[in-house]
Each structure stands twice: as C-alpha cells, then as structure tokens.
Nanobody
C-alpha cells in the first residue's frame, strides 16, 4: 500500500510564507513523479506543481510561478512545497500525490486535474487571510 502524509499548513497573512511537506511510504519514492494539488472551498481540484522522477525537473501552474518552489528528498521520501508571497486566492486544502499524471511541462500541471489514478494524501489546509 501507498501512504502519503501532508503537513505544514496553517494560517498566514497575505505576503507571508509557508512550507508544506509530504512523506511517502509503501512506494519506491525515487521512481515516482510527485505532484502537489490544491482545492479551494467550492472549487475544483487543480494541479499546483510537479517534480519528475528522472532528473528532478520542476513545473508549475502559471499562478504560482516565481512564488512556489517544489523540491524532493529521495532519502527522506519527502516532497516539499515552499510557498512565498502568499495571496488570499492561494487558500485551499493542499494534497500531494504519486504518479497521478505525466510531469514534463507546465502544461502537464495545468492538465493534471484529469487524473483518476495515483495515491493521494489526506491534505493540509492553508489559509491566507488578514
């Protein structure tokens, strides 16, 4: 079985920063593409960022480029999402997932909402509000 556990969410003011973590078990982590998704209240799920399994290439949806950074530690089986310059529209439950979609371009991230596969975590809530 695959288990993913997200952590690091919380309440932050606009312009603030937060770093999310997702630790995986039951999977050969280094061979998996890793994604971060988010779902805002009353909205559809959307891909935020992904990091490839082969060379660690990273991709982002347009709205977070320059503000968010995805990274991975294959020894700790953990993927991170560093979020800077947070905006109220970033408020959402953030989820990580293993191999839900291809990760080879920013476009792939924008299309990754189509995924009907992969393992998913329970989510961590990020609230950006003054």
């Amino acid at each position: 079985q695959v288990q993913l556990v997200e952590s690091g969410g919380g309440l932050v003011q606009p312009g603030g920063s937060l770093k999310l973590s997702c630790t995986a078990s039951g999977v050969i982590f280094r061979l998996r593409r890793m994604y971060w998704y988010r779902q805002a209240p009353g909205k559809e799920r959307e891909g935020v960022s992904c990091i490839s399994s082969s060379d660690g290439s990273t991709y982002y949806r347009d709205s977070v480029k320059g503000r968010f950074t995805i990274s991975r530690d294959n020894v700790m089986n953990t993927v991170y999402l560093q979020m800077n310059s947070l905006k109220p529209e970033d408020t959402a439950v953030y989820y990580c997932a293993t191999d839900p979609w291809v990760c080879a371009s920013d476009y792939d991230v924008s299309e990754s909402y189509r995924s009907a596969s992969g393992a998913w975590g329970q989510g961590t809530l990020v609230t950006v509000s003054s």
